[in-house]
């Protein structure tokens, strides 16, 4: 029998819409065992939660934030208190998407600003790297909703104009595809009369989030996720 049942799984869902996570940009791993591993896809944090074998209903909590904090919770949890500390934990993974790294926003957005100066490397994406790109187009996008005051149809545009960019990655290269990027997001002022904070937000966020992918020596996947 399933330790994770379909309604605790459903709290477990309410909790990250109601601290404002998209659930497409969360993945639960083994939710039908022992064990339940919850990550936010763009940041990496994680919520793990497995059974007390010795103790029906308790449970046993560890988390982590971004790269920067793990807590342990200990033993002990009823159910209903492992859903809030999952929509605690939520919160804080808002909070640290949200807060810039003033200095890696600097370094990357020079490596990604300054590409076209370090060679000419067009080689086509991984699987792993097109993965990353369509998770952090999603959470800039995401991002910019939230410290914008967009109207309905520029949301909609803004979400369209990003998913055909993401779908571009797996068949342009690298080089053609950062030309792209950038296109897409001066586009949204010049054609779709999106004001320019926004192509200036989008144009940090990307360098934040993307820009290692256009270093020199490029298994930069390893460098994004902390590898």
Not at 23 to 48: C, E, G, N, V
Not at 75 to 101: C, F, L, M, N, Y
Not at 118 to 137: H, M, V, W
């Amino acid at each position: 029998m399933a330790t994770f049942s379909k309604s605790m799984l459903n709290e477990i869902f309410r909790a990250l819409v109601e601290a404002h996570i998209e659930p497409q940009m969360s993945q639960i791993k083994h939710p039908s065992y022992a064990t339940m591993k919850i990550i936010h896809l763009p940041t990496q944090s994680y919520f793990d939660i497995e059974a007390d074998s010795h103790s029906i209903g308790s449970f046993f909590l560890v988390s982590q934030v971004g790269n920067e904090w793990q807590s342990i919770h200990g033993e002990g949890h009823s159910w209903s208190k492992v859903i809030q500390a999952v929509r605690d934990w939520a919160g804080r993974v808002v909070e640290w998407a949200d807060t810039p790294d003033l200095w890696s926003e600097s370094a990357g957005w020079r490596v990604f600003a300054d590409a076209d100066s370090q060679g000419d490397d067009n080689s086509p994406f991984t699987r792993q790297e097109r993965e990353l790109i369509f998770a952090q187009l999603a959470a800039m996008g995401e991002a910019v909703k939230r410290a914008s005051q967009l109207t309905s149809a520029q949301e909609a545009r803004l979400d369209e104009r990003l998913k055909v960019i993401g779908e571009a990655s797996g068949r342009m290269g690298r080089k053609d595809w950062r030309l792209l990027l950038l296109g897409g997001i001066f586009s949204l002022v010049l054609a779709d009369a999106f004001p320019p904070e926004t192509a200036r937000h989008l144009l940090e966020l990307a360098g934040r989030s993307l820009g290692s992918l256009f270093a020199i020596g490029a298994p930069m996947i390893g460098r994004i996720l902390g590898g």
